[in-house]
């Protein structure tokens, strides 16, 4: 019988191990969780039962905006034993005035009208602060506050079988950082288990196998890799929040140690953080030698970040060897590429004006004058072809620089109730990534995005979102602003940098810091970053396009040759 | 409040966190919760604290809560040293 998401919790909560451990939850500031696989399936169970006294049936959208894992897992399996689609989102962070979060989940939620808006006590205030205005046409969920008393408990018998067709949607999966509408990848059960069946055998997973992961559940990375594939296949998941993790990196490690982890995705300036900002003190008794692999996953990969880490962290058990890479999707559920586990990921080095004027990957020596390395993430897994396009998406060969192409048979249904988006990324059948790379010997080296996304710190940053908060700003001109990333290699990420051209660049110094700052503080309230450079340069510095726009991508070069970077 | 704990702080935030040192940071500016400083950042600003000043910052009272401002970081230490 054809799998379906409940349906396989159901079949391990039944099952002759129905005892065996399933899903250990640790906390910064109280005592971990330990659920079995009857205990998991229970607390859905149980949401299920409040999600349907609220109306919740087959096909309807179930919005999770909650801060507890123990909370978002019954959430999400609550609603798919339904037969319902859940969806988790973020919740606002830190920052007092969310008004980019609010207005961007606002307009989701009158697109994709979900039934129920399930959140926890701690962050409820955050979800009813998303909910649009009552008006005409618009459709408010309910609201369900669940607690972990309401959904603990073992008294109880799992009922609900999870039979039904398995090519309905499954899940909604939420690209991130957009301030303009954000697409709801919608994936079907039937996918989920094609990706998960192609994936585990490229990393050869076992039950055998113990996740751990601080990733947020609202990313694809976190979603799959560190939640649905082991609650699935009936592997032990380890899952720590990423608010505790960001504070204290060191409870990845420890969690490793006390849990024998085998598997760990993160990405790549999780590589430089722990290397840099763990004390000694917190790797006592720390042992990592039960890990196959830490999976570097969802930011451009430095090699770089994984000498740093094995340098720091080889004498604990975790050498070159164990530091594998990943190329993933929301859009083909998750793994497009995989490397080899247990083996280093390959390291090439090219000639960077090659790659950069010629768009071509020429290997050369490491000590070559005008070098930039790549790391491989890998061949594609099974059932996964790979094509690299070139501007008129014709294919490539190899070593030729373009737009990454995918076709595969777990691909995504649709973005919800967004065809134009969907039939625009698609090309005869193969789905257009939008980033840019290229393959050799078979294995896909990604090395940037086609549009200027900036990634930082695994959030994905729209410049365009940057400048028209800058142009703004008191004193700078709307259109003479560009934003873009830099690289920062000590950081493993990159970083945001702002140019500006100011009318009156002979103003005292202490105006331009003035300006500056409020440049800096313009994008902290309005977005999701801070901006590390901000330059402010007088009328005509800026290199325009042909057709007089300011061209991001010659600024960055300009800008990064005067810097050094 | 201590004006040279002050200080340092507000060199170390400008210059390694901020990366602008003419930036006028005023003592009771929100840094955290306006997003000047984003959380990756934390666990930077706690480790200088406790090399500079001796003060131990515990993993979870690095919150907005408690260190949104300079004025708030210096009374911690101050309190604790």
Request: aromatic share 8%; net charge negative.
């Amino acid at each position: 019988m054809a799998r379906t998401l409940p349906g396989q919790l159901f079949t391990l909560a039944t099952g002759a191990e129905s005892a065996r451990e399933a899903l250990r939850l640790i906390y910064s500031d109280r005592d971990e969780i330990v659920l079995s696989r009857k205990e998991v399936y229970l607390a859905a169970q149980r949401t299920a039962e409040q999600l349907a006294a609220l109306g919740v049936g087959a096909g309807d959208l179930v919005i999770i905006v909650q801060q507890d894992s123990l909370l978002l897992t019954a959430s999400f399996f609550g609603a798919a034993l339904l037969g319902a689609i859940p969806s988790i989102m973020p919740f606002a962070s830190e920052k007092l005035h969310p008004d980019r979060y609010r207005n961007a989940m606002s307009a989701l939620i009158k697109l994709s009208e979900p039934a129920v808006l399930a959140t926890d006590p701690a962050v409820e205030d955050d979800a009813r602060a998303i909910l649009p205005e009552e008006g005409e046409g618009i459709h408010l969920p309910q609201i369900l506050v669940l607690t972990p008393e309401s959904v603990l408990g073992n008294s109880d018998e799992p009922r609900l079988d999870g039979t039904f067709d398995p090519d309905v949607v499954a899940l909604l999966q939420h690209s991130s950082g957009t301030t303009g509408l954000q697409k709801g990848v919608a994936l079907a059960h039937r996918a989920i288990f094609e990706q998960l069946d192609q994936y585990s055998k490229s990393l050869d997973f076992t039950t055998d196998d113990v996740i751990v992961s601080w990733l947020p559940l609202y990313h694809d990375m976190g979603l799959i890799a560190g939640f649905l594939m082991p609650l699935l296949t009936g592997a032990r998941l380890v899952l720590m929040s990423p608010f505790d993790w960001v504070r204290a990196p060191h409870m990845l490690l420890q969690a490793i140690t006390a849990q024998g982890g085998t598997l760990t995705w993160l990405p790549n300036f999780t590589y430089n953080f722990c290397a840099q900002k763990i004390r000694d003190e917190n790797l006592e008794g720390v042992d990592l030698s039960s890990m196959r692999a830490f999976i570097n996953c969802s930011e451009p990969i430095y090699d770089n970040s994984h000498r740093l880490f094995a340098e720091r962290f080889e004498p604990y058990g975790a050498g070159i060897e164990k530091l594998a890479t990943c190329y993933a999707m929301a859009e083909t559920v998750f793994g497009v590429t995989q490397s080899k586990i247990g083996e280093p990921a390959r390291v090439e080095w090219l000639d960077r004006k090659a790659l950069r004027e010629d768009l071509q990957a020429v290997p050369v020596e490491p000590d070559y004058e005008n070098v930039e390395s790549a790391v491989s993430s890998g061949k594609p897994i099974g059932g996964m072809n790979v094509r690299v396009l070139d501007p008129d998406r014709n294919p490539l060969p190899e070593r030729r620089i373009g737009e990454i192409a995918l076709n595969c048979s777990y691909m995504l249904t649709e973005y919800h109730r967004r065809p134009d988006a969907t039939e625009e990324a698609f090309h005869e059948g193969w789905y257009l990534t939008g980033d840019m790379g290229y393959v050799a010997d078979g294995e896909v080296f990604v090395l940037g995005r086609k549009k200027d996304l900036i990634i930082v710190g695994g959030k994905n940053v729209y410049p365009r979102d940057i400048e028209m908060l800058v142009s703004k700003v008191d004193g700078i001109h709307p259109g003479r602003v560009v934003a873009f990333g830099a690289p920062n290699v000590g950081a493993g990420t990159e970083d945001v940098a702002v140019i500006a051209e100011i009318d009156d660049f002979d103003m005292p110094d202490e105006e331009k810091s003035l300006l500056k700052a409020n440049v800096r503080r313009k994008v902290a309230a309005g977005s999701d970053v801070a901006v590390r450079y901000v330059e402010l340069v007088p009328r005509g510095w800026l290199v325009k396009t042909s057709s007089g726009k300011v061209s991001r991508s010659a600024n960055r070069l300009k800008f990064l040759d005067e810097k050094g970077l | 409040m201590s004006d040279e704990i002050g200080a340092k702080l507000k060199d170390y935030l400008k210059s390694e966190i901020l990366h602008d040192e003419s930036y006028p940071m005023a003592d009771d500016e929100p840094l955290i919760s306006s997003g000047l400083i984003d959380s990756f950042s934390l666990v930077d600003i706690a480790l200088f604290v406790e090399e500079t000043f001796g003060v131990r910052i515990d993993d979870n009272e690095l919150t907005a809560d408690n260190f949104d401002t300079v004025a708030e970081l210096v009374k911690h230490i101050e309190a604790n040293q």
